[in-house]
């Protein structure tokens, strides 16, 4: 970022009012209490175990804090596409939700970075959260094994998901960019 010129770089914080932050403590403080349906895995009832984890490891104070900032930000800006990182964290799913709520029109991508291990849960989404979860339109990944990887373990069969490339890697800043694209004044990453 410190090799950028000619672009203004706005923290998300600076779209957060004194009142946000107060109503999401708020929220953490007095909403915690989760209560679950039986939930069964191998046919053995697993409730209580996931209600305490829920209640031992609630969402944090900046999850919150990332949906009512993004909330602010479309309230004053609305955008055509936006990309974030996706690896099914709460901050990545606050983004989304907050995008499908207040900028629906807007295609949401997420660029999953990184290499997925099976120990990956998160990346395996079940076939009711699937209708509950809020993901982005597309879904980026490293390579056509990455994809065949979510595919394969996770209820996203027939979703749109499409491989990419690795951005980390150096040679890739060498390439020439091509000419032919439209000059975008305003990006939100």
Not at 103 to 125: D, K, R, S, W, Y
């Given at each position: ?44 009832d697993v409730s209580r175990v996931l209600e305490q984890e829920f209640n031992r490891k609630?969402?944090?104070?900046g999850h919150f804090l990332v949906y009512e900032s993004t909330r602010n930000i479309l ?115």
């Open positions: 970022i410190n090799k950028i010129k000619n672009v203004t770089v706005i923290p998300f914080e600076f779209f957060l009012k004194f009142s946000d932050i107060f109503k999401c403590y708020y929220r953490i403080l007095f909403n915690q209490n989760y209560r679950l349906n039986t939930v069964k895995f191998y046919g053995i609630p969402l944090s104070l309230k004053k800006y609305k955008f055509r596409k936006t990309f974030l990182t996706y690896e099914n964290i709460a901050w990545e799913n606050m983004f989304t939700s907050a995008f499908s709520k207040y900028n629906p029109e807007c295609e949401v991508i997420g660029f999953q970075h990184t290499v997925i291990p099976q120990a990956a849960m998160g990346m395996f989404l079940g076939k009711e959260e699937v209708k509950y979860k809020p993901l982005p339109n597309k879904i980026i990944t490293t390579g056509e094994e990455t994809k065949k990887i979510i595919q394969k373990y996770s209820s996203l069969a027939g979703y749109n998901i499409v491989p990419g490339c690795a951005l980390r890697f150096q040679w890739l800043h060498k390439r020439k960019l091509k000419k032919t694209r439209k000059k975008i004044k305003n990006i939100l990453i």
